[in-house]
């Protein structure tokens, strides 16, 4: 818009007829002045212009301009408010409470200042309430801008907005909990279940105090109790979120038994093979054998020992000798746990080792020696194992006179009473004796 700086001012009726024949130079005028004196400049050409009264006539020549009065009560920036209500003192200069006639929006907030004096927000101050959001913000928001918390929840509308939450809204996520005490305990205002545990804050939260109250759950923490089962599947499944138990599918430690069927068995869950013995906790429980046992048959050996030599880990004695297994493995004079006969003299381990200690003691026939005494009878066939004899070749058995035969039974001379008893033997020792 162009303009005129008025150097000596006309009065107003002294142009209220003039036409519009070009331009569109303003000129802001003031009274008392006369008129045939009036110097004006065109403030964009720099242009010296004289005005006179066309009724008195001009000389010639007269150049007529349109003059667009603007007198005390105009509204130069279009902002609603006249320039005499924002240049307050009408001294040209911004001063400290007025707005600005050349600019509709003073404070450039984005409502126009004429708005904002309807509106009771002040058009010298961006944010009227000082909340964080521009007056012109609360606009688009619906906020009140005059109020710095719309919606009375604690927090200021600006926090609203950069938090996600709705200034206008107390709960904006609607799970029972307002959205100031929410950012006071860590939860989320505009998500109704902040853990995602199946359960919203305010179910968790059942007090609304904002603590984690006994008997509650924390709405901050998907399983409370840390027994690796959310809160929310807990309670679904009947159990109790704040008490650790173990969920029936869980394995933590890849045993083969669930966390809860070893929490029956008072196995540990967090160890494979609670006992130590070789065997993990699942594989006995499968096998019949103590978890908590690393021997369950206490024979000396534990049951990954047993297992892994072929042997019942069930039953002390795997080859029923009389012996026990670890007896037999682990003593002076170890045998073979899962031969009863280890020497195969006919006679059982545990006969031999009649102390059943594992040792090879001096009244004992040897259970790794089929032939204790070295007497060439095998122990099992040796009526004195422990006493070396020779037994002669003509006492084969034969044909005796009724003679010797009486004699025998007298107790008088003639053959030894032992030849005589040869054939009270069986067949089977005979023939050993002949060997």
């Given at each position: 818009m162009r303009s005129i700086l008025i150097l000596l001012a006309l009065s107003v009726p002294l142009f209220a007829a003039h036409a519009r024949p070009q331009g569109g130079a303003d000129l802001r005028l003031t009274q008392g002045l006369?008129?045939?004196?009036?110097?004006?400049?065109?403030?964009?050409?720099?242009?010296?212009?004289?005005?006179?009264?066309?009724?008195?006539?001009?000389?010639?020549?007269?150049?007529?301009?349109?003059?667009?009065?603007?007198?005390?009560?105009?509204?130069?920036d279009g902002d609603g408010l006249l320039d005499e209500a924002e240049d307050l003192n009408g001294d040209g200069v911004l001063d400290p409470g007025e707005t600005d006639p050349l600019n509709p929006d003073t404070d450039q907030d984005g409502l126009p200042d004429g708005l904002e004096r309807e509106g009771?927000?002040?058009?010298?101050?961006?944010?009227?309430?000082?909340?964080?959001?521009?007056?012109?913000?609360?606009?688009?928001?619906?906020?009140?801008?005059?109020?710095?918390?719309?919606?009375?929840?604690?927090?200021?509308?600006?926090?609203?907005?950069?938090?996600?939450?709705?200034?206008?809204?107390?709960?904006?996520?609607g799970d029972?909990?307002?959205d100031g005490l929410e950012a006071t305990t860590g939860t989320a205002g505009h998500e109704a279940d902040t853990d995602g545990d199946g359960l919203e804050d305010g179910e968790e939260d059942a007090d609304g105090d904002g603590a984690v109250s006994v008997g509650e759950t924390d709405p901050r923490v998907v399983d409370t109790d840390g027994d690796g089962q959310g809160d929310g599947e807990?309670?679904?499944?009947?159990?109790?979120?704040?008490?650790?138990?173990?969920?029936?599918?869980?394995?933590?430690?890849?045993?083969?038994?669930?966390?809860?069927?070893?929490?029956?068995l008072g196995s540990d869950p967090r160890?494979?093979?609670?006992?130590?013995?070789?065997?993990?906790?699942?594989?006995?429980?499968?096998?019949?054998?103590?978890?908590?046992?690393?021997?369950?048959?206490?024979?000396?050996?534990?049951d990954g020992e047993?297992?892994?030599?072929?042997?019942?880990?069930?039953?002390?004695?795997?080859?029923?000798?009389?012996?026990?297994?670890?007896?037999?493995?682990?003593?002076?004079?170890?045998?073979?746990?899962?031969?009863?006969?280890?020497?195969?003299?006919?006679?059982?381990?545990?006969?031999?080792?009649?102390?059943?200690?594992?040792?090879?003691?001096?009244?004992?026939?040897?259970?790794?020696?089929?032939?204790?005494?070295?007497d060439g009878r095998v122990d099992g066939l040796d009526p004195q194992p422990l006493e070396p004899e020779v037994a002669p070749r003509d006492l084969e058995p034969g044909p005796i006179s009724a003679q010797q035969h009486c004699a025998?039974?007298?107790?008088?001379?003639?053959?030894?009473?032992?030849?005589?008893?040869?054939?009270?033997?069986?067949?089977?020792?005979?023939r050993a004796r002949r060997i």
């Open positions: 006369d008129a045939f004196s009036t110097l004006a400049v065109d403030a964009q050409t720099g242009e010296r212009l004289r005005f006179c009264s066309s009724d008195d006539g001009c000389p010639a020549p007269t150049r007529f301009i349109e003059v667009g009065l603007r007198d005390e009560r105009s509204d130069t009771a927000t002040d058009p010298t101050r961006a944010d009227t309430d000082g909340d964080g959001l521009s007056d012109g913000e609360e606009s688009y928001w619906e906020t009140d801008p005059t109020a710095a918390d719309t919606d009375g929840d604690g927090l200021s509308d600006g926090e609203e907005v950069a938090g996600k939450t709705d200034p206008r809204v107390t709960d904006t996520d029972g909990l307002d807990e309670i679904a499944a009947g159990r109790d979120p704040l008490r650790a138990e173990p969920a029936p599918e869980a394995d933590m430690d890849g045993d083969g038994l669930s966390d809860e069927a070893e929490a029956r160890v494979a093979d609670t006992d130590g013995d070789g065997l993990s906790d699942g594989v006995e429980v499968r096998d019949d054998l103590d978890p908590l046992n690393a021997d369950t048959d206490r024979d000396g050996l534990t047993e297992v892994r030599l072929g042997l019942n880990p069930r039953d002390p004695d795997s080859d029923h000798d009389g012996l026990l297994d670890g007896v037999e493995i682990n003593g002076a004079n170890p045998t073979n746990p899962a031969d009863p006969d280890t020497d195969g003299d006919h006679l059982l381990d545990g006969q031999e080792d009649r102390s059943r200690d594992g040792r090879f003691n001096i009244d004992e026939t040897n259970p790794n020696d089929e032939d204790t005494d070295g025998a039974s007298l107790g008088g001379g003639g053959a030894p009473w032992w030849a005589l008893s040869w054939w009270a033997l069986p067949w089977w020792a005979r």
